[in-house]
């Protein structure tokens, strides 16, 4: 085998190898579960909890304690509610809540979806997705949330509409995971909670008071079949 045949030879056995490494790291972050993410979180979501906290919490529910509490960074406590392989659930605070769900929308791709809802005054929450690498990623290319006017049944008169943009000064809803593998999105407008009895009593008959967003692979798209 001359010069020339060996470095191609060389060549070819380094493109293998690599392209071997790709492919084994997007098995190794399809295999690994949202616990995983939740220790290798950078901060961004929990800043009240040092990697330290983050393991005692995770060892605490492995090991079955009925009680999974550390105290955070502020003094205050932090809790894991619930996990399984793709879903986790954190009382990062008295006044707030993470949940994380992750997904695959391709073979070499692992997305991490996660819910911070902030409770006080009145429940209010945003999603955010990062990558394997806690990379922030755009938004809407996984979902599509409509904003508070968008929870009003079709036909509802314009002056209802107008009423309400003017009551809300920001758009405030509930979001959260549910169903058996957690791959249901509930919105549910934060309005009992923001206006007086006798204004959500007003608005109340024009309301979808929940809409659904329904994994299917890729992203969380609105489930039309719920809606009045």
């Known amino acids: 085998m001359n ?17 071997f490494a790709v492919l084994m790291l ?15 979180e950078p901060g961004k979501v929990f800043p009240m909890l040092t990697p330290q906290m983050k393991k005692g919490l995770i060892q605490y529910h492995r090991g079955g304690a009925t009680t999974t509490k550390v105290e955070n960074a502020l003094g205050g406590e932090s809790s894991l509610v619930y996990s399984d392989s793709v879903f986790m659930r954190i009382r990062s605070s008295e006044a707030k809540t993470v949940e994380m769900r992750i997904f695959f929308p ?3 791709d692992t997305v991490v979806a996660v819910i911070e809802t902030y409770l006080l005054p009145t429940p209010d929450s945003k999603i955010s997705f990062y990558d394997s690498q806690w990379r922030p990623l755009e938004t809407k290319r996984f979902i599509n949330l409509i904003d508070p006017e968008g929870f009003l049944v079709k036909g509802t008169p314009a002056r209802v509409r107008e009423q309400l943009a003017d009551m809300l000064p920001f758009d405030i809803m509930k979001l959260e995971f549910k169903g058996n593998a957690h791959d249901v999105i509930v919105a549910e407008p934060s309005l009992k909670t923001f206006l007086t009895t006798e204004d959500y009593n007003r608005f109340k008959p024009y309301l979808n008071e929940k809409v659904f967003y329904t994994l299917n692979g890729k992203k969380f798209s609105l489930s039309k079949h719920y809606l009045k």
Do not use: C, E, G, P
């Open 3 to 19: 010069i020339y045949k060996k470095m191609k030879y060389k060549h070819k056995l380094r493109a293998l190898a690599l392209a």
């Open 26 to 40: 997007a098995a190794d972050a399809r295999a690994l579960n949202v616990q995983y993410f939740f220790l290798a």
């Open 106 to 108: 391709s073979k070499r």
